[in-house]
């Protein structure tokens, strides 16, 4: 653990977060990230006249189910496919470094577009009085639920050549992680499970989070549950050619 | 400079390397030669450490590769069957980022690229999108991607396939230039690859190595016997019959017919004579001519479907 493992890291992770920008993947990405959200807060704001933003963040983590798994689906199946991870992995790097560049790239870039929605409060503290505690607890949030989102989808696109599957298999698998502590589905869980299920669920600890509460409990939970699958995915990438 | 001890690779029940032993000298040009799913790839994908052995080691410089990974990664330079480009990326960038990762030093990265991009030819590309690159181009910047750091053993999986004839003969030529410094392993299926750019070729079969040596000892090996082309001037019937009666002949036959009364023979020597000059003097000493004399080599390819059958 020298400065060159995390410069080795560094020069991944400026490869990686360049790749977004060197296609229109990312234009379209933030544009539409943009589009949707600011249409769906804003058809509802002016009519609950309210000057929060708790709205948007409500919707958030739906966008996001959508965003991330689109994000990460190629991240590994595109190299499983070109070949190109061939090259990747027999650079003296080791497949953790890998792993790490990968996710702190997409992490990056889901920050960048995160950034370009602070014309939101923005807007919204220039037409009444905006608290600016659950706001900035929402984004701090929202970035914890968008990394593990990204950890579990970077770990599905290991898993697979084909990039349609990873997104579909993300998606699902973020959506399981999300919905599993909410109250409609708690209800109807056996008694025993609801605490474990309650605790699971990604979607709890965000709203906790967005009310401007930062917890260590759930600051734990979302740095864990990133942790876990970043070093399931370096497993998986350490197994190649074990079959 | 590498050692593989009895090194072999499962997946499951199916054996793709059978307890391969072979070292390989400093400064060697290796030719890997086999047919398809023969083992040639992943041979080399375990010396490059992209996959781990069921069994056996590596050492490359007396490092083992399942202990220092890192440290023998960066004395090879690799480039796979399939030559691994980042599509969207130019080839300055993507020359870039290897240079980085190989950690040549910031001050010097433009100057190495400038050099590699000489060797390889690449300057009128320079700037292209890596998508927009011929197939000829693509296998060069995938060969500036393996030379980048200036490793001392290259490691080239099929690295003339899909090419056409005059992109061949130009990588060919580079890596035998490369092969002046370098230890260099190259696999091929193509036989006459061999000839023209190894110093020793090993033959692979199923997992095994067959055969071993320069193109010139595995030819030998497997013929052990010579055959002489030889046209004469001269009665067909009496020619054939002198020549069957003299001493270490194992056999000859007709073969071609120019004129009336000039035919072409094979000749077959016994325990690998050499009955040239004997011959010779028997076409002197019967007043006949000789228009045409060549020793005719068992071809590799002979070789090569022998072992590998």
Redesign the interface.
């Known amino acids: 653990m020298n400065k ?1 493992y995390f410069e ?1 890291i560094y ?2 992770f400026k ?1 990686e977060l ?2 977004y920008f ?2 229109p993947i990312a234009y379209i990405f933030i544009g539409v990230f943009l589009v949707t959200g600011n249409w769906l807060f804003f058809k509802n704001f002016f009519l609950i006249g309210e000057a929060s933003m708790r709205g948007y963040f409500e919707l958030l983590p739906w966008i996001f189910l959508f965003l991330c798994p689109a994000i990460t689906m190629r991240l590994w199946s595109e190299e499983k496919k ?13 497949d953790w470094q890998v792993v790490w560049g990968k996710f702190l790239g997409a992490l990056a870039f889901l920050s960048i577009a995160l950034a370009t929605t602070f014309t939101l409060p923005i807007t919204i503290a220039s037409l009444g009085n905006l608290d600016w505690g659950p706001v900035i607890g929402s984004y701090i949030g929202s970035l914890l639920l968008g990394g593990s989102y990204l950890s579990l989808g970077l770990f599905i696109s290991s898993l697979t050549k084909n990039q349609i599957i990873a997104f579909v298999l993300g998606l699902a698998a973020c959506f399981g992680f999300f919905i599993v502590g909410a109250n409609f589905v708690l209800m109807g869980a056996p008694q025993f499970l609801v605490p474990i299920m309650n605790f699971l669920g990604l979607g709890n600890h965000f709203y906790n989070i967005a009310k401007g509460v930062i917890d260590t409990k759930d600051l734990i939970y979302y740095f864990s549950f990133i942790f876990i699958f970043l070093w399931l995915n370096a497993r998986m990438i350490e197994s ?2 074990w ?1 | 400079m590498i050692e593989i001890k009895n090194l072999t690779k499962k997946f499951g029940n199916n054996v793709i390397l059978d307890n391969i032993t072979l070292t390989v000298k400093k400064g060697e040009i290796l030719g890997f030669l086999g047919p398809n799913g023969a083992g040639k790839t992943t041979t080399m994908k375990i010396i490059t450490s992209f996959w781990s052995p069921t069994s056996g080691s590596i050492l490359i410089d007396n490092i083992d590769v399942a202990n220092d990974k890192i440290a023998t990664r960066q004395k090879i330079g690799y480039l796979p069957e399939t030559v691994p480009l980042y599509e969207d990326m130019r080839v300055y960038e993507y020359l870039k980022f290897v240079a980085e990762m190989r950690g040549i030093a910031k001050t010097e990265i433009k100057k190495r690229i400038k050099e590699v991009v000489d060797i390889c030819g690449l300057r009128s590309v320079i700037k292209q999108p890596i998508e927009e690159l011929s197939k000829g181009f693509r296998q060069r910047v995938g060969l500036a991607q393996a030379i980048m750091h200036n490793p001392e053993i290259l490691i080239l999986d099929e690295p003339t396939t899909g090419l056409d004839p005059n992109q061949i003969v130009e990588i060919r030529k580079l890596i035998k230039d490369l092969g002046r410094e370098k230890t260099v392993i190259f696999s091929t299926h193509i036989l006459g690859e061999v000839s023209a750019v190894c110093d020793r070729a090993v033959i692979i079969n199923k997992g095994k190595i067959v055969g071993e040596g320069s193109p010139e000892e595995l030819t030998k090996k497997a013929g052990g016997k010579e055959i002489i082309y030889v046209k004469i001037k001269g009665p067909k019937d009496a020619v054939l019959e002198k020549i069957s009666r003299m001493e270490n002949v194992a056999k000859v036959d007709f073969k071609d017919t120019e004129s009336d009364n000039i035919h072409g023979y094979e000749v077959e020597s016994k325990n690998e004579t050499d009955i040239r000059e004997s011959l010779a003097k028997l076409v002197m000493d019967n007043d006949w001519g000789i228009l045409e004399f060549n020793k005719k080599a068992v071809s590799l390819e002979d070789v090569f479907r022998e072992l590998t059958k």
């Open positions: 060159k080795t020069i991944l490869k360049m790749s060197n296609s070109a070949g190109t991870i061939e090259f990747l992995l027999t650079l003296p790097v080791t190649r050619g079959k």
